[in-house]
Nanobody, 122 residues
Framework: QGRLVESGGGLVQSGGSLRLSCVGSGFTFSVCALNWYRQAPGKERELVATITSSIPSAPATTSYADSAKGRFTISRDDARSTVYLQMNSLRPEDTAVYYC???????????WGQGTQVTVSS
């Protein structure tokens, strides 16, 4: 079935940092692309960052929304079945519920976490 559990959200002042974590269980984490999305009140869910799975001779690659470039870093630890989102230089407009998402590169199977609230005060 698979499960994702996010943590690390909270309230931070503008310019501060947070690190989000998402732990997966019940599926083969290492073959999944991992995504962080966010959804602010009244707005659509948007993709923030992606890290692909590693395959022989091809390391994982990352990509970011323009709003996250230079401030956010996505990383993965397959041994711990965990994906991270390091967020620096946070802005009030980063306030949102952040969701972890996985997509298997083998089957296309996907799963969402329950979300973690990030609030950035000005």
């Amino acid at each position: 079935q698979g499960r994702l559990v996010e943590s690390g959200g909270g309230l931070v002042q503008s310019g501060g940092s947070l690190r989000l974590s998402c732990v997966g269980s019940g599926f083969t984490f290492s073959v999944c692309a991992l995504n962080w999305y966010r959804q602010a009140p009244g707005k659509e869910r948007e993709l923030v960052a992606t890290i692909t799975s590693s395959i022989p001779s091809a390391p994982a690659t990352t990509s970011y929304a323009d709003s996250a470039k230079g401030r956010f870093t996505i990383s993965r630890d397959d041994a711990r079945s965990t994906v991270y989102l390091q967020m620096n230089s946070l802005r009030p407009e980063d306030t949102a519920v952040y969701y972890c998402n996985v997509v298997s590169r083998i089957t296309g199977w996907t799963r969402w976490g329950q979300g973690t609230q990030v609030t950035v005060s000005s």
